[in-house]
Antibody
Framework: QVQLKESGPGLMQPSETLSLTCTVS????????VGWVRQPLGKGLVWMGT???????NYNSAVQSRLSISRDTSKSQVFLKMNSLQPEDTGTYYC??????????????WGQGVMVTVSS | DIVLTQSPALAVSLGQRATISCKTN??????????MHWYQQKPGQQPKLLIY???NLASGIPARFSGRGSGTDFTLTIDPVEADDTATYYC?????????FGGGTKLELK
């Protein structure tokens, strides 16, 4: 069955670079896109960016200058890297699968999320 | 950016109908589709897709859930409400980048 699992450090310091990995199973990264969604504690969902089946990417302009999403299809892994972390980057980071292509863009499967705290 | 507005909370009795609204500041229709989707999130869990393209039921979701709307006004209906439906419900648009979510509506039981 389709599964996604996020991994990465739980505690970061301001100005550091965050690296998260999303390991997927049950589908191929060359068939479905995968996006990253952040949720500050007790708040709503914010789409950060997506890497598509063909390898192209889209980013939220709010974080585009700091964010990079890449993948290793042979390992079924998607990577998020975000630099210049600030306390407001604290939250739960989810990776999620796109059911369709860019024209549809909803998320049909989600990982359990990884909590990231940015604090000195 | 397209802004999605949801009421923060809704209280409904067991067995009754819950109607959750989502209003957008721009039209999210395009070539016959409404690019609006709905998710359920329970405390401590990841979101779950309920409805896509405004009215299509996602796989495995009970028929108690339904969605409708077009343009800038959308609703998610749960009928009848069960105890397990207590959660926060989010709408999401995919008409324009950046894709955006509503602030969420917390459904509680009276």
């Amino acid at each position: 069955q389709v599964q996604l699992k996020e991994s990465g450090p739980g505690l970061m310091q301001p100005s550091e670079t965050l690296s998260l990995t999303c390991t997927v199973s049950g589908f191929s990264l060359t068939s479905n896109g995968v996006g990253w969604v952040r949720q500050p504690l007790g708040k709503g969902l914010v789409w950060m960016g997506t890497i598509w089946a063909g390898g192209s990417t889209n980013y939220n302009s709010a974080v585009q200058s700091r964010l990079s999403i890449s993948r290793d299809t042979s390992k079924s892994q998607v990577f998020l890297k975000m630099n210049s972390l600030q306390p407001e980057d604290t939250g739960t980071y989810y990776c999620a699968r796109h059911e369709g292509d860019y024209t549809v863009a909803h998320f049909d499967y989600w990982g359990q999320g990884v909590m990231v705290t940015v604090s000195s | 950016d397209i802004v999605l507005t949801q009421s923060p909370a809704l209280a409904v009795s067991l067995g009754q109908r819950a109607t959750i609204s989502c209003k957008t500041n721009q039209n999210v229709d395009y070539y016959g589709n409404s690019y609006m989707h709905w998710y359920q999130q329970k405390p401590g869990q990841q979101p779950k897709l309920l409805i896509y393209l405004a009215s299509n039921l996602a796989s495995g979701i009970p028929a108690r859930f339904s969605g409708r709307g077009s343009g800038t006004d959308f609703t998610l209906t749960i009928d009848p409400v069960e105890a397990d439906d207590t959660a926060t419900y989010y709408c999401q648009q995919s008409r324009n980048l950046p894709w955006t979510f509503g602030g969420g509506t917390k459904l509680e039981l009276k």
